[in-house]
């Protein structure tokens, strides 16, 4: 009695964890698609440093711009997980250890970490499609910011990409003052609607305070109502302050 008690237990917490959040929209690559064609096609500017783009995704470097790594990844955007795929990923078994599935007899190959959690954890493509936490970069700034930590630097860091005021040192990154409070809404959202994930208590109490720092202007509403049409779900950090302001 007690064994079935403890697996209806385990059972409820699972669901609980994965109960809310996106549960529409079950690929990374239909996000994208998704993203560019229902929620950007009319403010095509990447996230991080205001460059344009056009509709095939080829981007505009703004003056002043420069990478010194991944400059052909810079002529084109790419659809920036904010809160990093690894970073909610290795929270899953078949992240960290792998699994039968992703082995492969013939080739005696096993797939990478993300190929294989994908291949086998509906629930990690569900967070991993979150068009939340997608948003349009810079290949190479993308690629550089890496699964990184935001931070306020206390120590003067110069521009990592020149005009583009994004900053990237000792493995973390110091974004763009108006980049912040969408990225703090994004991760009090991911933390609220997948009870799998849970931040830090200092990533927390940056996330809380550039929230009521850097409040949601036109354009994040407008996002945000795109995607709550089209992924069914809201983000609440948002949509209240926008309803406060009568932008939703």
């Known amino acids: 009695m007690k064994k079935i008690v403890l697996m209806i237990v385990c059972l409820l917490a699972s669901t609980q964890a994965f109960a809310k959040g996106n549960e529409k929209i ?4 239909r996000a994208k698609k998704l993203l ?5 096609y009319d403010h095509r500017e990447t996230f991080y440093c205001k460059a344009l783009y056009d509709e095939e995704g080829n981007v505009t470097l ?3 711009f420069y990478t010194s790594n991944f400059k052909k990844r810079a002529l084109r955007i790419e659809w920036e997980h904010v809160i990093p795929a690894e970073n909610f990923g290795r929270l899953f078994d078949a992240w960290r250890n792998s699994d039968p599935k992703c082995f492969n007899e013939n080739t005696g190959k096993i797939l990478s970490n993300r190929k294989c959690v994908e291949l086998v954890s509906p629930e990690f493509n569900y967070m991993e499609a979150d068009m939340y936490n997608l948003y349009p970069a810079i290949g190479s700034v993308n690629a550089m910011r890496s699964n990184y930590r935001y931070t306020k630097f206390a120590y003067g860091v110069e521009n990592t990409f020149g005009s583009c005021p994004m900053k990237i040192d000792a493995r973390k990154v110091e974004p763009p003052e108006y980049t912040r409070g969408s990225i703090a809404r994004t991760y009090l959202y991911f933390e609220h609607e997948y009870g799998i994930y849970k931040m830090s208590d200092s990533q ?4 809380e305070a550039w929230n009521k720092m850097y409040p949601v202007d036109e354009w994040e509403c407008e996002r945000a109502k795109r995607i709550e049409s089209i992924q069914g779900n809201k983000n609440i950090f948002v949509s209240e302050e926008c309803i406060k302001l009568g932008l939703y």
């Open 204 to 207: 927390r109490k940056l996330m």
């Open 26 to 29: 079950k690929f990374f690559s």
């Open 36 to 40: 560019a064609t229902k929620v950007y």
């Open 62 to 64: 703004p003056k002043g």
